[in-house]
Each structure stands twice: as structure tokens, then as C-alpha cells.
């Protein structure tokens, strides 16, 4: 019972006058950024790093924890009332649960998406407590070399897997890594890409670097595309659920977190694989499939527990190994750093009561978000008509604010301009932001990494396969990397296949393969619509 | 010739396209209906969507009257569009809407009437909600 008796620690330091207070403030901020499509969890946080150094490192990571899951509740209600995902963790949540406030059932739809969210985070929260200290006995075992091996899987996998085109990912992962690489290499003490500039020799600030592709990138983007037809919320009274909609949603929302811890936890997860899968899964298995693609509650209900289950999970690996897996994950973990905490997996050993207080908060944030979204979705539903102008002036004035006080020189705001510069750049050519964010912070960690093990070796680099498991990362990363190619080799010997027979089984399964990605094919659509759906954690 | 009017889907707007619709009966001119919005927020009530056009539409075909419908997004206030609308169409009359605002909300957010009342070139027909006949 010692995980129960940390946690209970943790209650009782998150229950603290002042951190419940900046629980409640994380999880406002964090509903309002949700709710707003184009600004993200990862851009508050990243915003706020700066401003809360003067605080406690628990009240500050309590805040940002309510930031974090207030975000994925706050993307359903724009999803659903707008047909704009406020997140791109929301954008499954759109398809049906739009279509149910056209049909006159937003009070429903709400209510599910907040009451599913709250019981996928609560659950994720219990696997998080549970799993993260098991992980953590395993992780402590593992050396360099397999470190080394499971950061580049997952620097490889939210490449390769996540986003349209892997080209892109993986461009805009080798800027990441660039942009890591600015600096006094730490063995040698040989200047990289400081192109002689004295202010560059300390590296590019994280806080700066994540402030000016998320903030200023977005705000310029928003700039050259501010005008659009403006839409109309739709109207909604106070969200409840009739006896009919529990029943069809508990099912969902307990399948739905089955599928988003567990993704939210790998490497390559994310929020967006588990809500589309949980989507199609509750279109199989639903007692009414007629009712899909006109409103049915189960995919709403599914897809939310989903992205909150996973918002969950990814704070396993965050925690138990350092390794962020998200956009808002990655700016977590350089917050981390900046208090001059070392993550990894004995951050539970060193901080445990920190983690223990974090984790609590987590349940305490659910429970909050629950409190203020299920009765005030309409009234969040109002940020919506805040025009764009003012809140983006907003943003950049708190960007430039934070970029200049993280040390005080002026020629931070200058790299805060350029790096905005190619956070534009990026958004208009279709680049995704989170392998750069994930390059620029895991970058540096991995070489660590990698020159340690070299230096085990003496430089052999047979020292980096020394250990099993890293070999078997190994081999999962060349799966990873040749899965397009084999999968095309696939496809090329089934339609020799497929006339010899197997008609029954084809036929079960075609059919609903392609309504998944016909639909998917159409929220693709309404993200690229509503313009700003990516760019966020 | 034509009459201008400045809708906005709330119980004003009605009665001013209520009053435009009797007035253009009368002298037999087109109708130009302007809804227009800044586009500046992602969300805008004063900005009819599609349904909502599609139903004047219908009122003003039924009705038989020559009509435009306009929904311009330029980043311009309503007022602007109205006025633009009715030099350009060389309007002789703008119809709108009136709603009561206190002395501070105009003094903050200027009033839109107050504008094409006193800058329009043609005589302006104001109309409060639920005075239309």
C-alpha cells in the first residue's frame, strides 16, 4: 500500500489552500485555451513557464497539470456546438457530436463528452498511480545504450505515425534537432551553429524556442488569415443526460479509455489514433449504426474518454521516464529542467512528493473540470466571439514578455522573431510542429545519451546494441520505418488474393473499413476548414 | 434606385427588413440586404448563417420583390458596409434597425446607427423591434 499512502500525501499537499488554488486557475486557463481552436495547452504552458519561476515547483506543476487536462475538455465543447475542434484531440468528437446539436441534443452531447472525460480521466489518473511506479522499477534497470534507443523510437515513432506526410515530420524534426544542437557541446566544449555569436554559445532557450513556434507562429498565422465567414453557436441550455443516454454511454466511455491510456502512454501515442479508433469500434458495435453520421451519443461519449485517457497516459512516461510523447508533455518536461529538476526515472525517488502531489492533482483537476464544464459550457461557448485582434495582441505581448524575461537580454526577443518567423513558415507549409518541439527538448537529452554510451564503449559503437533491450527497440523502430513499404507490398499481393476467395470475411470487413476512413477523410476536412485544428498539443 | 437595409438576425433586424420589404412594395424598387460581419472572431451572431439567408430568400421571392442579398466580410464594421452598399447603389433610402444602448456601452463601442444617420447621403428610415407594420 505504499503507492496508496504516497498518494494520500500527495491529497493532502494539493489540498493545500494555495495549490488548490492554482489548480482551479490551471484548469480555467486550461478550458479557455481548450475552447479556442488554434491556441493550445502546450502554448500556455509554455507562455507560463517564465511567469510561475517564482513559484513552488509543485503549485506550478499542479497548474500546468490543470492546463493540460482543461485543454482536453475544453476542445469537445467547441467541437460540439461549433463543428470547429478546439483541439486536434477533439476533432473525432466533432463528427458526431455536431450533427447531435444540429438534431437538437448539444445538452446531451455536453453531457457526455464532461461526465466521459471525467471518467476516463479519473480511471487514466488510477492506471497512471498504479502503473508509473511499476515502469519506474523497470526503467531504473535500463542503461544508456537502451535509453538511448527507446528516445529515438520515440522521436521516430511521433514522426513517422502522427501527420499526413512523413517528408514533412521529418523535416521539421531535423529542424528540431538543429535547433537543439545551437550551443557549447557539452564534452569538448566546441561551439555548434553559434555562426560566432557570442549569446548563442548557451543555446537557444527552450521557453523562448516553444513561446515563438506555438505563440508567435500561431498569431502571424492567424494574422494573414483573420478574416473568415464567422459562425453561430449553437443555442444550449444547461447539459444533462436522460436514462436512455447513460446507458448507451457508459459502455463507450469505459472502451474509449481502454483504448486512450494506453496509446497516451506510448511513444508514438498521442490523443488523435485512439479518439479516431474509438470512433470506428463504437460505430461497429453500436445497437444503433443507423444512427452514426446523424448523431449518435456513442461517438461522442467514446472519442472523449478516449483523448482524456490518454491525456493520462502520456503522463506515465512523462514521469516515470522522462519521455514526453506530446507537444504539452515536451514543454512539461523542459519545465522540468528549468526548476532544475532532473526527470528520468528517479524522479520519484527525488521528488516524490512533488510527483505524488501532481498525480493527486490530477483528480482533483477532473473533478473541477467536471464541476465548471457540465453546468457552463454554453457561457465558454461565448470566448468564441472575443475578437481575434485582441487576443492574439494579447498573446504576443505575454510571448515578448516571457521570451525577454527568461534572461533578461534583448537578443532573445530577436530569436523569438526569427523562430516566430518559422513557426509561420512551418504553418503554411504544412510542417507539424511537434516533432520540432520534441527534437528541440528530447535533442539534447538523447546525445547525452548516446555520448555516454559511446564513452562506455570507448567509442564502440557495437555499445549501442549491448543490451536486449534496446536491440529490441531496435527492431521495432525498422519496423516503424519500412511499415509503409511493407504495407505497400501487402497491397500489391492482395488483389491476387482476393478473387480466390474469402468473401464472407472481406465482405464483414471492407465495408466498415471504408466508412472509417471516409469519415476520416471528412474530419480532415472540417480541421482543415476550421484552419487552426493542428498546430497544438 | 434602390433601398438598402442593415439586417442582423435579432428582433431589430426583423423589423427593419419587415419595413424595408413594405417599403420597397410601395415604390416598386430593388431590395439590397447587407448582413455583414468584422470576421474578426471565430463566432458572430449579428452574422446570418445559411439557413437563415435561405428563409429571407424565400420571403422576398414569395413577395415578389427584386431583391440582392449581400454578406460582405472585409474587416469593415457595419456600418461602413451599409453606407458603402448605399452610395454604391445610389440608394434613396437605408432602412435600420434601432436597439436601446446605455450612454456608456455606446461611448465604448460607438453606435452603429448613430453612424448611418449621420453620414449617410439618403434619408434614413430607423425602426425599432416590434414597431414594424
Known sequence: MDVFSSLMDGFATALTPMNFLYAVIGVLLGTAVGVLPGLGPAMTVALLLPVTYVLEPTSAFIMFAGIYYGGMYGGSTTSILLNTPGESSSVVTAIEGNKMAKAGRAAQALATAAIGSFVAGTIGTALLAVFAPIVVKFAVSLGSPSYFAIMVLALLAVTAVLGSSRLRGFASLGLGLAIGLVGIDSVTGQRRLTFGQPLLADGLDIVVVAVAIFAVGEALWVAAHLRRNPLQVIPVGRPWMGKEDWKRSWKPWLRGTAFGFPFGALPAGGAEIPTFLSYVTEKRLSKHPEEFGHGAIEGVAGPEAANNAAAAGTMTPLLALGLPTNATAAVMLAAFTSYGIQPGPQLFASQGPLVWALIASLFIGNFLLLIINLPLAPLWAKLLQLPRPYLYAGILFFATLGAYSVNLQAFDLVLLLVLGALGFMMRRFGLPVLPLILGVILGPRIEGQLRKTLQLSAGDPAGLWSEPIAVGVYVLIALILLWPFLFKLIRRNRPAAMPAGILAKSGSSEPTDAGGSGSHGSHRADATSGGDGDGDG | ?133
Not at chain 2, 463601442?109 to 453612424?115: C, E, I, L, W
Open chain 2, 1 to 133: 434606385m434602390t433601398i438598402v437595409v442593415g439586417y442582423v438576425p435579432t428582433p431589430e433586424g426583423e423589423a427593419a427588413l419587415t419595413q424595408a420589404i413594405s417599403e420597397a412594395r410601395k415604390s416598386n424598387t430593388t431590395l439590397l440586404v447587407i448582413n455583414s460581419s468584422k470576421g474578426d472572431a471565430l463566432v458572430d451572431n449579428r452574422y446570418a448563417q445559411e439557413p437563415e439567408i435561405q428563409s429571407i430568400e424565400d420571403r422576398l421571392a414569395t413577395q415578389g420583390i427584386d431583391h440582392v442579398i449581400k454578406q460582405p466580410v472585409r474587416g469593415h464594421d457595419a456600418a461602413a458596409e451599409v453606407l458603402d452598399a448605399a452610395e454604391e447603389h445610389n440608394a434613396d433610402l437605408i432602412v435600420i434597425g434601432l436597439r436601446r444602448r446605455t450612454p456608456v456601452g455606446k461611448l465604448i463601442m460607438g453606435s452603429t446607427s448613430q453612424r448611418i444617420l449621420l453620414e449617410a447621403d439618403c434619408p434614413v428610415l430607423a425602426v425599432k423591434a416590434g414597431m414594424a407594420g
